[in-house]
């Protein structure tokens, strides 16, 4: 009786967890993988790992952290896995994916002719409001490279705006 009620509130606690962070995540990994399937995919396993793992975080930033961190390391697995086998292009992923605007078609263009590293970062700090120093420290990375790559990536769509 004890372990159904522990598995009970288990389950409880990982929906809380997938309602609050699946948004965010579907966010930056369909904007790395510009792709539904494999950004659920990618979601997916980012959530067995975190019922695999069972990490035990200092706060909630450090949680929120874990799983953007995981997520993009899953979505960079999905890539590397798509470049050595076939895969739909992306003008033949537009038309799988339906109810988005022209607008939205024209940003997600834009979006897959900079390189995944600027767009990692220009979803983070614009899209997710995270900070420069959080950023860095959720990436490992410096905080000055964090600053490049933004402006970087704001400067590539910006040409790709203008074209």
């Not at 970062?121 to 995270?130: A, P, T």
Request: aromatic letters at 10%.
């Amino acid at each position: 009786m004890l372990e159904q009620s522990i598995a009970c509130e288990n389950r409880t606690n990982v929906e809380k967890i997938f309602d609050e962070y699946s948004e965010m995540l579907y966010r930056i990994c369909y904007l790395i993988l510009l792709n539904r399937y494999d950004t659920e995919d990618a979601i997916q396993e980012t959530f067995l790992s975190y019922l695999k793992s069972k990490p035990i975080f200092k706060d909630e930033e450090h949680k929120k952290a874990w799983f953007i961190t995981v997520a993009q390391n899953k979505c960079k697995n999905i890539r590397r896995y798509k470049l050595k086998h076939s895969h739909l292009e992306f003008a033949e992923l537009e038309n799988v994916i339906c109810n988005i605007t022209e607008n939205e078609k024209s940003i997600m263009n834009m979006f897959a002719l900079i390189p995944q590293k600027f767009r990692t970062v220009i979803v983070l700090r614009y899209i997710e409001n995270f900070t420069v120093k959080e950023i860095s420290e959720m990436l490992k990375i410096s905080e000055q490279t964090i600053r490049k790559r933004i402006n970087k990536g704001k400067n590539l769509l910006k040409l790709e705006y203008e074209v």
